[in-house]
């Protein structure tokens, strides 16, 4: 191995954006199936249980239009498409749902398909449908505040200049980042310069832990988040009836430069108060929410409340199916019962950085009490039931929320869901374990699949049976026992197909966009196998550096293969010479540790270098050869044991299997 794969051993370019970026893929639409009967069925029932009647919704996702969003397609410096605004031109408000389309969800992907900018009260301006998030621009006495500038530069770009288009060039005094997740900060290069933030014109402004829970939470698992993404976010399906429709908050994710200018204020305590640009601001915290790093606030001038993302018009997740860590719905529902305390009486608008706002004292307190509620029943309900010794499933199964909840438009689950939610719950407070010891210690997937489909008959058994529960419209059970067949003998196509059929009807009637793109996206890839496409690079420079060098470490130790290294030892110091950072990295007994602060006597290797030159080689700017012979970096001591050190780092594929072993 050369000097040149030394360092480039230690790219983090799995990096996940926190939403799936990956590019859109063909399918072959003559193999996707109509709704079937049984399918027709369940969609005419809910649209008989539910107030389709009420439209308040679609009153609200209209107020305050100023102007359209610009009609052409927002492209790369290389052609390639990161936002098109026709793209869900065929969901037509006022059309009923397709046969194929959940008439709920139907519902919902018609409001958050309503696009502009949007004038929210006196001062206060909304960008909606320019990405998966809204952006914000509040108006104050010198310029604009703008927050959580959506995903990508190039999206957010465009937002301001429809703002300035319509109300004139103001320049830019602050920004704020209500929370962690990439569609709040991504786009931020396209608001402001950090030249501007450097110099103090423009200020940033974020809660308490923002810029390491942004750059860490899809750092570790961040390659099979990525990849489980492209599932929930329906990147790989095509925009139509029988495909994609929308993602629950938004309708998809913008592919564009995701950038990062750290903060320069932080929020640390509920009750701060700050005046921006001439606006007095009130925050409450709410970390471990909706992300690791939130916060909520009122502007005492314009009587508006900010949610964040803990109050939107669904049942977000507190379990992401992309991967993620559980989040705490008994927290999240006492936040919005502190904001209830704090500023029920004097809101008079509430607004989310996804959807439409609410107006009105009265109807702002009714949203708030009632996602208030939703999460605290959630998690009450789930420990109810567990203690009462029923299991995962089973509560899962079972669970009903009161009709005062459940009927209730914002609580609907067209982003999270219950079933998964209240899941979540269980394992957050029992873990993975049921308590019966039969489930303890079962077959991994593939071999248990070999042993029940013999047990069934053999495959040709458990189809011919299967495809009578197809016909009888059990979707769920087909989906579950073909499961087997495929995972003991994957080439087999007609089971596969029969798998792809049933998964197909199930998204067909999910009222959760991730729910539908994931069942869609299964039945795609089992019927026509991964496509192994161009992958996103969300590992931007900005990311890299705001990565601390515990995390860059910590995720060093992720990618030792253990079985490689064996009995190896090795003893690493790394000096950075810019900022004054000096770390020691162990190999032994299988693991990578690291110490900072420590340089050891006895190091094997040692290399002087800046994190700025750590940074070029991570992002492939320079390769360690140039670094070396340019006199950037230096090392002393046995090379080889540099080498042999980053020879047991793994390098994780994306496109692995999801729906097939």
């Known amino acids: 191995m050369t000097r040149r794969h030394i360092l480039a051993g230690l790219s983090v370019l799995a990096l996940a954006a926190g939403g799936a970026l990956a590019p859109a893929g063909a399918q072959e639409q003559d193999a996707r199936k109509d709704a079937a009967d049984a399918t027709k069925q369940a969609n005419a029932a809910l649209l008989q249980a539910l107030p389709f009647d009420d439209t308040t919704d679609f009153e609200n996702a209209h107020k305050g239009f100023v102007a359209a969003l610009p009609a052409e397609v927002i492209q ?32 919902n992907s018609q409001l958050i398909n309503v696009s502009g900018l949007f004038e929210v009260t006196d001062g206060i301006y909304q960008v909606r449908n320019l990405d998966l998030s809204n952006m914000t621009i509040i108006e104050g006495t010198e310029g604009v505040t703008v927050v959580d500038p959506l995903i990508s530069a190039e999206t957010a770009k465009a937002g301001m200049d429809l703002y300035f288009a319509n109300r004139g060039e103001k320049p830019v005094k602050a920004v704020i980042y209500t929370h962690s997740h990439v569609d709040h900060y991504g786009g931020v290069r396209g608001v402001v310069s950090e030249e501007d933030v450097a110099s ?36 790989l399906l095509p ?15 913008s592919a564009g430069t995701v950038t990062l200018i ?29 992300a690791p790093s939130e916060m909520l606030w009122f502007i005492e001038e314009k009587k508006a409340m900010e949610a964040a993302e803990d109050a939107t018009h669904t049942l977000h997740n507190t379990y992401s199916l992309r991967g993620a860590k559980i989040r705490e719905p008994l927290p999240w529902s006492k936040y919005l019962n502190e904001a209830l305390t704090m500023w029920g009486d004097k809101a008079e608008v509430v607004f989310a950085q996804h959807h439409w706002p609410t107006w009105g004292n009265d109807n702002v307190r009714e949203l708030l009490e009632k996602q208030r509620d939703l999460y605290r029943f959630i998690n009450d309900e789930t420990l109810r039931k567990l203690n009462q010794g029923e299991t995962m499933r089973e509560i899962a199964e079972d669970f009903t929320l009161p009709d005062s909840l459940g009927h209730f438009w914002a609580n609907r689950g067209y982003y999270g869901s219950i079933y998964h939610d209240v899941a979540a719950t269980y394992v957050l407070y029992l873990g993975w374990f049921d308590g019966n010891p039969a489930t303890l210690h079962e077959l991994p997937p593939v071999e ?99 990565m601390s060098l515990d995390l860059f470490f910590d995720y060093l130790g992720v990618r030792l293969n253990a079985e490689k290294a064996g009995e190896a030892t090795a003893r690493l110091n790394f000096d950075f010479s810019d900022t004054g950072e000096k770390v020691f990295v162990q190999l032994e007994n299988g693991v990578l540790n690291h110490t900072a602060g420590m340089q050891a006597d006895d190091a094997d290797v040692t290399l002087t270098l800046s994190r700025d030159t750590l940074n070029g080689i991570i992002l492939g700017e320079t390769t360690l050869d140039d670094a070396v012979g340019g006199g950037d970096v230096t090392l002393t001591g046995d090379q080889a044991k540099l080498t042999e050190v980053v020879s047991y780092l793994d390098t994780f594929p994306f496109w692995f299997n999801i729906v097939t072993p």
């Open 448 to 546: 248990a699949s070999v042993k029940y489909v013999e047990f069934m008959g053999g495959a040709d058994k458990v189809l011919e049976q299967a495809r009578a529960s197809y016909d009888a419209g059990d979707f769920r059970w087909v989906a579950q026992v073909v499961h087997h067949v495929v995972f003991a003998d994957p080439d087999n196509q007609a089971a596969k197909d029969l798998e792809a059929d049933a998964l197909e009807q199930l998204g067909y009637q999910a009222e959760s966009g991730p729910w539908r793109n994931f069942y869609l996206s299964g039945a795609q890839e089992l019927r026509n196998g991964v496509a192994e496409l161009p992958t996103p690079n969300a590992a931007s420079p900005d990311t890299i550096r705001a």
């Open 262 to 290: 750290p903060p320069t204020d932080i929020i640390t305590e509920t009750g701060q108060k700050e005046v921006i640009d001439g606006l007095t601001y009130e925050f409450l915290m709410a970390p471990g929410s909706e």
């Open 239 to 253: 925009p139509d009836p029988k495909g994609q429709i929308g993602a629950g908050l938004g309708t998809t994710t």
């Open 200 to 235: 103090g014109a423009v200020k940033i402004y974020a809660p308490d832990g923002f810029l390491e829970a942004a750059v860490a939470e899809n750092v570790m698992a961040g390659n099979a988040m990525s990849r489980r993404a492209s599932y929930m976010y329906g990147n």
């Open 76 to 107: 790369g410096d290389a052609g390639n498409v990161i936002w098109d605004p026709g793209k869900y031109g065929f969901i037509k408000e006022g059309d009923p749902a397709p046969d194929t389309v959940n008439p709920s969800l139907w519902r």
